[in-house]
T-cell receptor, first 117, second 111 residues
Framework: NAGVTQTPKFQVLKTGQSMTLQCAQDMNHNSMYWYRQDPGMGLRLIYYSASEGTTDKGEVPNGYNVSRLNKREFSLRLESAAPSQTSVYFC????????????????FGPGTRLTVT | GQQVMQIPQYQHVQEGEDFTTYCNSSTTLSNIQWYKQRPGGHPVFLIQLVKSGEVKKQKRLTFQFGEAKKNSSLHITATQTTDVGTYFCAGPYGNNRKLIWGLGTSLAVNP
C-alpha cells in the first residue's frame, strides 16, 4: 500500500518547455488535488477532481492543465513553463468525511520540486 | 473571500518549553483540520475538530475548536526536537471537498 505517489521527485525546466507531473493513489479515493507550495504562501490549490471524470479550478489554475485519467491517476501539465512556476508541487487524495459534518482528510504525496530557469 | 490566518508565523523555543499556534477564520467553519509538515516533507494529517468548543488531545498535543467555530489552537506541552516542522490549519469550503489553508507556523526547537 504505497498511498499517494508522485513522479518525478525533482525536475529542472527551461522557460517555455512543457512537462507533465504524474500522481497516483492506491486508496480507492474519489477526490484528488494538486497544490503548489511556495515560501511564505502556504498551500494553494491549483486544480482538483471531486470524482473520476470531473475536474475544477482551484485558486491558481493559470498556466496549468489537468487530466483525471482514471480513479487512481491525476496528472498536472505545464504547457509552457515560466520561472513563476518554480515551486514544490503536491498531489493529494481524499475520501469520505470522518464525521457527518466533516471535510475530507487529505493524504499527500512526497512532492515534486520543480525549478524553471 | 474566505481566509484562514495563523499566528505566529515562526516560533523558536528551547526544548521542554511549551508552544501554541492559533488559527482564525473569517467565516464560521463546519470543522477544522490540522496538519504537520516536517522540513523537506509533505503535510501529514493530525486531527479534525468538528464540534463547537471541542478539545482533543494526542499525547503532548492539545487541539481546541472555538465556541463560535471561527478559531482553533494547537498547544504542544514540553516540546521535543521531534516536534520541529510547520503546523497548518485548514478549513473546508466548496461542499466540504476543498480545504483553505493557513500559512502555517514554523516551529524550531533548540536541544
Amino acid at each position: 500500500n504505497a498511498g499517494v505517489t508522485q513522479t518525478p521527485k525533482f525536475q529542472v525546466l527551461k522557460t517555455g518547455q512543457s512537462m507533465t507531473l504524474q500522481c497516483a493513489q492506491d486508496m480507492n479515493h474519489n477526490s484528488m488535488y494538486w497544490y503548489r507550495q511556495d515560501p511564505g504562501m502556504g498551500l494553494r490549490l491549483i486544480y482538483y477532481s471531486a470524482s473520476e471524470g470531473t475536474t475544477d479550478k482551484g485558486e491558481v489554475p493559470n498556466g496549468y492543465n489537468v487530466s483525471r485519467l482514471n480513479k487512481r491517476e491525476f496528472s498536472l501539465r505545464l504547457e509552457s513553463a515560466a520561472p513563476s512556476q518554480t515551486s514544490v508541487y503536491f498531489c493529494a487524495s481524499s475520501e469520505a468525511p470522518l464525521q457527518r459534518s466533516g471535510a475530507y482528510e487529505q493524504y499527500f504525496g512526497p512532492g515534486t520540486r520543480l525549478t524553471v530557469t | 473571500g474566505q481566509q484562514v490566518m495563523q499566528i505566529p508565523q515562526y516560533q523558536h523555543v528551547q526544548e521542554g518549553e511549551d508552544f501554541t499556534t492559533y488559527c482564525n477564520s473569517s467565516t464560521t467553519l463546519s470543522n477544522i483540520q490540522w496538519y504537520k509538515q516536517r522540513p523537506g516533507g509533505h503535510p501529514v494529517f493530525l486531527i479534525q475538530l468538528v464540534k463547537s468548543g471541542e478539545v482533543k488531545k494526542q499525547k503532548r498535543l492539545t487541539f481546541q475548536f472555538g465556541e463560535a467555530k471561527k478559531n482553533s489552537s494547537l498547544h504542544i506541552t514540553a516540546t521535543q526536537t521531534t516536534d520541529v516542522g510547520t503546523y497548518f490549519c485548514a478549513g473546508p469550503y466548496g461542499n466540504n471537498r476543498k480545504l483553505i489553508w493557513g500559512l502555517g507556523t514554523s516551529l524550531a526547537v533548540n536541544p
